[in-house]
Nanobody, 126 residues
């Protein structure tokens, strides 16, 4: 059974940093695409960043490019999202997701991911 468990959220002032972690278990993820999404109150879930576990290619939403970095630790089966220069508009629940190699849909869209974590709240105060 696949489990994704996020941690690292919290309250931070604008300009500050947080690092989110996503511990993945229950599967070999070497061919998966791992994604981070976020959802603010009253808004749709939106793409933040993605990483191809094999090869390490990374992709970012324009709104976070240059501020956020997605990475992985293969030995620990963990994906990270380092968030710097945080802004109040980054406030949201952040979700980790895994797309299996059988799923050929775009990494941008939530519907093409097979597994989800429970989410972790990030609040950025002005």
């Amino acid at each position: 059974q696949v489990q994704l468990v996020e941690s690292g959220g919290g309250l931070v002032q604008a300009g500050g940093s947080l690092r989110l972690s996503c511990a993945a278990s229950g599967r070999t993820f070497s061919r998966y695409t791992m994604g981070w999404f976020r959802q603010a109150p009253g808004k749709e879930r939106e793409f933040v960043a993605a990483l191809r576990w094999s090869g390490g290619s990374t992709y970012y939403a324009d709104s976070v490019k240059g501020r956020f970095t997605i990475s992985r630790d293969g030995a620990e089966n963990t994906v990270y999202l380092q968030m710097n220069s945080l802004k109040p508009e980054d406030t949201a629940v952040y979700f980790c997701a895994a797309q299996s190699p059988r799923n050929s849909g775009s990494y941008i869209y939530p519907r093409f991911y097979d597994y989800w974590g429970q989410g972790t709240q990030v609040t950025v105060s002005s």
